[in-house]
């Protein structure tokens, strides 16, 4: 699969994800803990949907991403934006040599492809390093409840004249984990259609666990929440952490 067929699946994919919310979040918090930071980082940015809208907000940011496939999207659509990102394919356990930014953010279960809680702690030291003195570091997980509750055992289609797929979901061998099974069919323009595969694995990790590891980074958690603000509850789906950089 080339990178325009892969970004185009992963976009019509991603077409209800809250990027908007994401943005609000992202200034309320800033406005909240740091309303100077202006140089922002962000880690796992995908095709670029997000960077778009906080550069046309003002801000000064840069992205990172492990996929070069993804890297090269999110250019294009920043051109087409007229917007300028220094844009870098770097591992989120290795931010060496980006500089050091006010904020860090790092969205959209990005968190949850790392696999064991030490990777989780290498991150939040590479963050840390990456980060200005007292810099913040915003980012949001999925919770444990919505890996074993609703995506465990779960099946999700949708069917549409140009893209349809099927959505596999199984438990995975670590606690708290899930294997994504993917299959998409894609029209051609003699109307047949093609058939990609995708298989993605995440995992992710207790409140607490969470918590520790940003504190023996050397973090202060400033606020935990849920869903883009809300109280923690047991059937939160989305855990946020705010945390201050000692």
């Known amino acids: 699969m080339n990178y325009e067929q892969f970004a185009y699946l992963y976009d019509h994919l991603m077409k209800d994800a809250p990027y908007d919310d994401w943005l609000t979040f ?9 309303p100077e930071g202006n140089e922002l980082l962000d880690v796992g940015c995908g095709t670029g ?4 809208r906080l550069t ?7 992205g990172v991403d492990l996929s070069s496939e993804m890297l090269v999207v999110a250019r294009d659509k920043l051109e087409a934006n007229n917007l300028q990102v220094p844009l870098f394919e770097q591992d989120m356990r290795s931010l060496d040599g980006l500089g ?25 030291s590479s963050f840390h390093k990456s ?18 509750q609703i995506f465990a055992g779960q099946l999700f289609a949708d069917d549409e004249e140009e893209v349809s797929y099927i959505w596999k979901a199984f438990e995975g061998e670590f606690p708290h984990s899930i294997e994504h ?8 323009e003699d109307e047949t259609y093609t058939r990609y595969e995708e298989f993605h694995q995440q ?8 918590k520790q590891c940003l504190e ?14 809300n109280k923690v509850t047991e059937t939160s789906e989305r855990i946020f952490f705010v945390a201050r950089k000692k």
Do not use: P, W
Not at 49 to 52: D, G, K, N
Not at 131 to 148: E, N, P, R, T
Not at 181 to 188: K, P
């Open 100 to 124: 050091q930014f006010d904020a860090i953010l790092t969205y959209c279960d990005s968190l949850n492809y790392l696999t064991s809680i030490e990777d989780v702690q290498v991150a939040f």
């Open 203 to 210: 995992r992710t990790y207790s409140i607490d666990e969470y």
């Open 49 to 52: 949907e997000l960077l778009i």
């Open 181 to 188: 099974d993917l299959t998409f069919f894609v029209r051609n």
């Open 56 to 62: 046309k907000k003002g801000y000064q940011t840069t």
């Open 26 to 34: 992202t200034e309320t918090k800033l406005q909240t803990y740091l």
């Open 216 to 229: 023996d980074a050397g973090f202060s958690v400033e606020e935990i929440s849920a869903d883009f603000g």
């Open 131 to 148: 980060l200005k003195d007292k810099g913040l570091l915003i980012l949001d997980v999925h919770s444990c409840y919505k890996m074993d």
